[in-house]
């Protein structure tokens, strides 16, 4: 799955075009690294975003095309918060 995709559908960031911006601004690590909005999340890799007021942290629990509100937050694993 992409990570735009993966941010929009596990609702870290509201839309895909945000996560598409913060991605392209250098914003988001996978695996320690940079990524673009295009990069392929697998299970188990790990994800930093960085906002004004810190980073989040949290590992890709599973991969769904759509989740109900409610499950959303079981695709991921918040390792350090704000």
């Not at 949290?58 to 918060?81: C, N, P």
Request: net charge positive; hydrophobic share 40%.
């Amino acid at each position: 799955m992409r990570l735009d995709k993966f941010l929009k559908v596990s609702r870290i960031l509201k839309r895909r075009t945000v996560a598409q911006e913060a991605c392209d601004a250098g914003k988001v690590d996978v695996n320690g690294r940079s990524a673009k909005s295009g990069c392929k999340l697998k299970v188990g890799d790990t994800v930093a975003v960085h906002f004004a007021g810190g980073t989040l942290t949290f590992r890709v629990k599973m991969l769904r095309e759509s989740v109900k509100k409610e499950e959303a937050a079981d695709m991921y694993e918040i390792l350090t918060e704000l």
